[in-house]
């Protein structure tokens, strides 16, 4: 038993190892250097409008105190191909088109990685391919002929993250299945037999039996009331330790992303948040998440080791023969998700899918807030690098405060997931409203609408307190709505639209940006797009959801 412990704890540390390198890339490059970077990049090369003569580049970052001298109404256009694109939305267009290929390449892996021989490999295959790429901005400056190739490094280093993520969410059920508090509950259960007891079938053959009733009837109920209440304590404790796991992992990821941003604020500022500052920061992600991941590679397990279980959360998959070919689950995987999508089954779990059409505009908008935020405060407030570094360390700072202070708010008022999923989504809506209203702000006050940069500050701790909150609700009540034993079928379909694999948002905002010349149009659509998703949200039954869930079945057709 000791042994067991001790390879649970290797195992455990192993996966938070990871988490710690990961999401650094997240709150480090993806939400904050990467898309300022490839505007830059963008700029760097790119023209005025509109003779489209003189170099953006002409109009730099003050030295001194690191503002943009250049007119409000400047616009930045760089030519791609035969197409002339803002510089804004260069950064929106490529981040759009990466969770586009991330989404495809999380699909195809989704049968692999659920195979737990070649789940390491997956996951250190594409943390290579994810950190290596961040670590070649680097080398690549903006005055490089091939500047270009930036495109594809941010695109390489997003899939490798998403890709890797998959991977190492599906060692969660296990581990909290490997849970000493868990296993000691099933070592209960397992005591008192898997199958139904011999009494109980003797009772259901032979109830005439008068003579022998009684004696059945005071021992058979007491071992099934037991088992009842182990099974429900098995249950409890299961869902305790897998939100225990994912949350500690949360935790460390953005402990890791602060501590980042801290150590890169000084390079960002001695250099007046220069093009190589920044491709520096993205750079130390990169190295970061390469040497963190290396105890994950030494402590995470190649295949399942041999633990208690219980009967339905066993995995026939695992057991599978070496005929197992990685082409044939490529194939399968896309043959599942269009089963899964058909209409007869969307039916049967009406309120599942419900969910995720929302889950689906809110995990695309709050991802678009953070991206677009970040773009609108570099182009439009003219906020210094060393600024948006100070908003990156605020939001995840209030994120982790703003995930322990609701669930004490939700248990003060008795909320349900619900009620607090839905506030939780109005809250943020008010942060693109509020962006809207500088339409009549601007030019006439001081403040209001988003037009200083003061304002910012205020709005990251902010929306930095919701959506830390909003991304724990979502996936525990997205959990009250799977069907038992098909987890991880269903979160791949979860983790599709997950905040690294929204991409239909920036490329309307990036439409919006190039058609109009002005960003802060795009919070009409933000707004637009969160809201449409409260009035489905709000329709969905939960207590029906469970017990379809709960009675669902798939059928896989050719």
Excluded at 213 to 229: G, H, I, Y
Excluded at 384 to 409: E, Q
Excluded at 444 to 468: D, H
Aim: proline share 5%; net charge neutral.
């Amino acid at each position: 038993m000791l042994t067991d412990t001790r390879q649970y704890r290797k195992k455990l540390h192993g996966w938070l190892s990871y988490a710690f390198a990961s999401e650094v890339f997240v709150i480090v490059s993806l939400t904050l250097f990467l898309p300022i970077c490839l505007e830059q990049f963008a700029r760097d090369n790119g023209y005025l409008l509109p003779d489209k003569i003189e170099p953006c580049s002409a109009l730099r970052t003050s030295p001194t105190n690191g503002t943009t001298v250049l007119d409000v109404d400047s616009r930045c256009v760089v030519k791609i191909g035969w197409a002339w694109i803002d510089s804004a939305s260069f950064s929106l267009y490529i981040y759009s088109i990466s969770v586009a290929l991330q989404a495809i390449t999380v699909i195809s892996m989704g049968g692999i990685a659920d195979h737990p021989p070649h789940r390491k490999k997956l996951l250190l295959g594409f943390a290579a391919l994810g950190s290596i790429a961040a670590t070649l901005f680097l080398l690549l400056p903006s005055t490089s002929p091939v500047w270009y190739l930036s495109a594809l490094l941010a695109m390489s280093a997003n899939v490798g993250f998403g890709a890797s993520i998959v991977a190492m969410n599906a060692y969660i059920p296990s581990l909290a299945q490997e849970a000493p508090e868990v296993v000691d509950i099933m070592s209960q259960l397992l005591a008192l037999g898997d199958g139904p007891t011999a009494d109980a079938e003797g009772d259901a053959d032979g109830g005439s039996e008068n003579a022998s009733a009684p004696l059945l009837a005071r021992s058979a109920p007491t071992d099934a009331d037991r088992k009842n209440e182990l099974e429900t304590e098995y249950q409890v404790e299961l869902s305790r330790a897998t939100s225990r796991i994912s949350s500690l992992g949360i935790a460390l990821g953005y402990g890791a992303g602060i501590c980042l941003l801290i150590v890169a604020l000084i390079p960002v500022t001695k250099l007046g948040g220069s093009t190589f500052s920044l491709r520096l920061a993205i750079g130390l992600s990169g190295i970061w998440w390469a040497v963190f991941t290396i105890p994950a590679a030494l402590w995470l397990p190649s295949s399942r080791p041999i633990a208690l279980s219980s009967r339905r959360h066993t995995e026939p998959r695992d057991a599978e023969n070496q005929e197992w070919n990685s082409r044939r689950e490529i194939v399968a995987a896309w043959v599942r998700l269009r089963n899964m999508l058909r209409w007869s089954e969307i039916k049967k779990l009406r309120n599942t899918f419900k969910y995720l059409a929302a889950w689906f505009l809110l995990s695309d908008g709050f991802t678009t807030i953070t991206s677009t935020a970040i773009l609108f405060g570099k182009t439009t407030l003219h906020m210094s690098p060393s600024a948006l570094i100070l908003i990156g360390v605020l939001t995840p700072t209030s994120g982790i405060l703003g995930s322990l202070l609701w669930p004490v708010l939700q248990r003060k008022f008795g909320w349900s997931n619900l009620k607090v999923l839905v506030i939780l989504v109005i809250l943020a809506s008010m942060i693109p409203a509020y962006g809207c209203m500088g339409f009549a702000f601007q030019g006439r006050t001081r403040f209001g609408g988003l037009t200083t940069q003061s304002e910012m500050f205020g709005l990251a701790v902010y929306f930095g307190s919701v959506y830390g909150a909003f991304q724990g609700y979502a996936r525990a009540f997205y959990a009250e709505l799977l069907p038992p034993g098909e987890e991880a079928r269903w979160y791949g379909l979860f983790s599709i639209t997950d905040k690294s694999s929204s991409f239909i948002g920036p490329l309307v905002v990036g439409i919006i940006s190039d058609l109009t010349g002005n960003i802060r149009y795009a919070f009409f659509f933000l707004v637009f797009m969160i809201w449409l998703a409260v009035p489905v949200l709000i329709s969905v039954d939960v207590d029906q959801g469970r017990r379809d869930a709960q009675e669902y079945e798939y059928h896989a057709t050719s």
